[in-house]
């Protein structure tokens, strides 16, 4: 490796890693499909392609060990192997993509990962036992594709040689399944063609490619007519199934079309006259095309958009600087001619920030298939461990989330769904006993909700049952007997996010869940989320896991607090409202408010102002959790504005109810509340204040 | 079990067999006998495959790939030099795949796989001929020996 730099080579290790991931994933789908139909020749040759590409990948990178032990295993991988053997190779397919994935994490912190002589024994086990019987099972044939998709520059090359006079005609090859010999087929293919005439494109290009395709499509000028080519090449033991077809006048009509209309343009910049663009002459059609060959997918390190964000984040802070700096010169120079052209230019620059910030966000969303797509592989071990039948459901694979909030989702998501089918899903003589289909359910659908996206995490199992879940609460003393006759469903249903009660062992047998739900709300308080459950007993549950779009810029309001300023998430509250503290009732120990005809439990911010007069004026700001409502009381509005959220370090503030930081226009600092942490810390505690104090008399 | 090939002009087919193993030779004559072809000739090695071929004018030459001597492909190299319209069938191994492909790109026209399947060989041979051969119902040709 001595001709690379040393950056070149931690480049290449780099995306050898992405690369294999992705692989992997491909791997665990592969054997669970495999697992399904193992008598598919087909996705038995998926599999080997991918480890074959492992195996080629991870050689190039020296990882011998896992190199060596992918070949082996890719030299196990035949049909006739599936064939026999059924199952069995599904398993050791997916034990070696569980082993791979550990050497590959070992490789990455450069540690000697295991030999893997298990799976190697496993591999042997499995060939050996096949060796005796010769199988010729034929696999049914394939159909050969019907349809061509030539880039711009292959159809312009044809279309040429229409034009030249030259009768073309593409043809499509479906190579048979059988065939072992991939390059001997893609030699006898050319021979084949150049019998009949001139080759004008062949897919692949040449034989080594043969090796991962089962469709050749190629161009040949004939003289011949189409059933005879079709006929030559139905050749036997090598092409299944063929398709031929003229490189038709429609099809050059329509692709003509756009080209021509390039060269216009391109012509017409030249300024010269139109009459002439009209006739159309061939080199520029050519040129203009390959200029506008499209090569439209990079890959980047996430950190480099993150650090664009980041200097988003740092203009948007310099336009509020400058609004402020603006609105202060209009207060001493409000007559000035200059002020009206500050403020176009202000608003440009915002107009063209807000773009910016914008596209910046949409590189950073990605689909949620690529989080939904890793639950194939947890849904199979864990209904299997357990002794259930779970089939996945998946829906709204196309919703776009933020790659961060995506990842950090990965593991409750996966606490959520273990939970699911082993709690959840009743085993399958109990479900056919309750009548239902032996198969359970677990579903995941994802959708937008304005600017947020929300996460569906279902299963048709045995449900949660709030009262055994409140009781157990009571016992252990997260609330007071005289507190649960009062919770909602919902707020019941919370309980069970509660750390206290979560990690008991017996809750998990009684409530069917429960193990790390403390930490599935963790994780999605830190995401700026919420989670909520609606449960059926005997019907199943259904998580739904709320989070916002993107993490970096939130639009918030803003407000004083006893002279400190604050934020909560716009996507929060609900309404604001004006009252007097004589307005303020008590019932319960809570401080409400009536609110047209609900009534409103009340989280006082500041407690000192409780002194105030009874008849000063007061805002609450009405913020919506889960289904319940809160009034925040606070001192003074101050207005909406967009904050770029910047990390707080733990050191600087220790407290939860705070979730982040943001800087003004002014350089002021504002605290964002958690307004979750906040309405359950600050209500609890009063509470409990008000019961200490009670009982102290 | 299989349908008579013959030519167009409804003459048995004539063959030569070239491999270094008689037991190999013996086994895909034993074949083109089913299908009702006539052995023209059979050869050891790639030198007597040549003057096999020049003398006896076959159809269609059967040819191993490796054998003492001369190879396989420098045999049918030079015979389809000599005789464009010569129509060479490669039998071996899948494990001289590079050794195939050479072949194939010096002018063979076919390949089959070793150990020989008789229904694979009657499939490659009929495409090999194209329009010179018909296939007849039962034996109807083999009287043509």
């Not at chain 1, 159309?280 to 997918?297: K, R």
Request: charged residues 25%; hydrophobic residues 45%.
């Amino acid at each position: 490796m001595s001709f690379f730099s040393e950056d070149r080579v931690s480049e290449l290790k780099d995306l050898f890693f992405e690369s294999a991931t992705e692989l992997l994933q491909a791997l665990n789908e592969q054997g669970l499909e495999l697992e399904r139909r193992p008598q598919d020749a087909e996705v038995v040759r998926s599999v080997r392609r991918t480890v074959h590409t492992l195996k080629g990948d991870s050689a190039a990178c020296g990882y011998t060990a896992l190199s060596d032990l992918a070949h082996e295993l890719e030299d196990a991988l035949t049909p006739e192997l599936a064939k026999a053997r059924g199952k069995r190779v599904a398993e050791v397919v997916l034990s070696a993509a569980d082993i791979f994935q550990d050497m590959l994490r070992a490789y990455r912190k450069n540690a000697e990962p295991s030999s893997g002589a298990g799976l190697l024994d496993e591999i042997r086990a499995l060939v050996s036992k096949t060796e005796a019987p010769e199988l010729v099972v034929l696999t049914p044939a394939k159909k050969a594709i019907e349809t061509f998709e030539w880039s711009e520059y292959e159809k312009i090359l044809l279309q040429d040689a229409g034009r030249r006079g030259l009768k073309v005609l593409q043809v499509s090859l479906a190579v048979d399944p059988n065939c072992n010999t991939r390059a001997i087929a893609w030699q006898m293919v050319k021979n084949t063609f150049q019998d009949l005439g001139t080759v004008l494109l062949m897919l692949p290009e040449d034989a080594a490619s043969m090796e991962k395709v089962d469709n050749l499509f190629a161009a040949i000028a004939s003289s011949f007519d189409e059933t005879h080519i079709a006929k030559k090449c139905r050749i036997p033991m090598v092409i299944c199934d063929v398709f031929v077809e003229r490189f038709g006048a429609a099809d050059a009509a329509q692709v003509a079309a756009p080209v021509v209309e390039e060269v216009v343009t391109t012509k017409a910049n030249a300024s010269l006259p139109v009459e002439e663009v009209a006739s159309e002459s061939e080199p520029e059609i050519g040129a203009a095309s390959i200029s506008a060959a499209p090569e439209s997918t990079l890959r980047v390190d996430a950190e480099k958009i993150d650090a664009v964000l980041n200097l988003v984040g740092e203009l948007i802070i310099g336009k509020s600087m400058l609004t402020q700096s603006i609105s202060e010169f209009d207060k001493k120079f409000g007559r000035d001619p200059l002020h009206a052209k500050f403020a176009d230019v202000l608003g440009f620059q915002a107009r063209v920030l807000a773009d910016l910030q914008k596209s910046v966000m949409k590189v950073r969303m990605v689909p949620v298939e690529q989080l939904f797509r890793r639950f194939g592989r947890i849904v199979r071990d864990v209904a299997k461990a357990c002794g259930r039948e779970v089939r996945l459901e998946l829906a709204g694979q196309t919703t776009d989330l933020d790659k961060s909030i995506l990842d950090t989702l990965a593991e409750p998501m996966a606490h959520l769904v273990r939970n699911a089918i082993s709690h959840g899903i009743e085993s399958p003589d109990e479900r056919v006993a309750a009548g239902k289909e032996r198969f359970g359910t677990i579903k995941l659908n994802a959708y937008h909700q304005g600017n947020n996206v929300v996460i569906e995490v279902s299963d048709d199992g045995r449900g949660i049952d709030r009262e055994k879940v409140v009781k157990k609460a009571v016992e252990r003393g997260i609330i007071q007997a005289g507190e649960a006759k009062n919770l909602t469903e919902g707020e019941a249903l919370n309980l069970i996010f509660h750390s206290g009660l979560s990690t008991a062992e017996e809750i998990t047998s009684v409530a069917g869940r429960g193990v790390g739900m403390d930490v599935v709300k963790t994780v999605l308080d830190r995401l700026k989320g919420s989670i909520a459950i609606e449960t059926e007993v005997g019907q199943g549950s259904t998580f739904y896991l709320k989070v916002p779009l993107t993490l970096a810029i939130i639009k918030a309001l803003m407000f004083r607090s006893a002279q400190k300023l604050y934020a909560v998430p716009l996507t929060s509250v609900v309404e604001i409202i004006r009252a007097t503290e004589a307005e303020i009732h008590k019932v319960d120990q809570h401080e409400v408010l009536r609110l047209r005809n609900e009534v409103l439990t009340l989280v006082r911010l500041n407690r000192l102002a409780a002194q105030a007069e009874k008849t000063s004026k007061i805002f609450v700001i009405v913020v919506a959790i889960g289904d319940r409502k809160f009034g925040l009381l606070v001192d003074k509005l101050v207005g909406e504005e967009e904050l770029v959220i910047k990390a707080l370090d733990h050191h600087l503030v220790s407290t939860e109810l705070v979730s982040g930081a943001s800087i003004l226009g002014d350089g002021t600092v504002v605290l964002i509340l958690d307004v979750q942490a906040v309405v359950s810390k600050l209500g609890r505690a009063r509470t409990q204040d008000i019961k200490s104090a009670g009982a102290m008399a | 079990m299989f349908d008579t090939l013959v030519r167009k002009d409804r003459k048995a087919i004539r063959y030569l067999v070239v491999d270094d193993s008689v037991f190999a030779r013996k086994n895909i004559i034993k074949m083109l006998e089913q299908f009702g072809g006539e052995l023209a000739g059979e050869a050891g090695d790639g030198c007597t495959a040549i003057t096999e071929y020049d003398r006896a004018k076959p159809d269609v030459v059967l040819m191993d790939i490796t054998m003492p001597q001369m190879e396989g492909i420098e045999a049918a190299e030079k015979i389809i030099r000599n005789h464009p319209e010569a129509r060479v069938i490669m039998v071996s191994s899948v494990g001289y795949q590079e050794n195939i492909v050479a072949a194939l790109q010096k002018g063979a026209k076919h390949f089959v796989q070793k150990p020989v399947k008789p229904e694979v060989l009657y499939e490659v041979i009929k495409y090999v001929m194209g329009e010179e051969a018909v296939s007849m119902q039962g034996a109807a040709a083999g009287d043509a020996q």
